[in-house]
């Protein structure tokens, strides 16, 4: 099965979370929810 990479828009997001809280980097769960809305994935991705 190939992976696929996430989409640069996706990506963006996901590293402006990441570098935007670096000192506690895990998201609760409605973070989760509203990470995936926006990056257009799934939670479990």
């Given at each position: 099965r190939k992976?696929?990479?996430?989409?640069?828009?996706?990506?963006?997001?996901?590293?402006?979370?990441?570098y935007s809280h670096l000192s506690n980097p895990y998201p609760s769960e409605e973070a989760k929810e509203e990470l995936a809305r926006k990056c257009g994935i799934t939670v479990s991705q």
């Open positions: 992976r696929r990479n996430f989409s640069k828009q996706a990506s963006e997001i996901l590293n402006e979370y990441f």
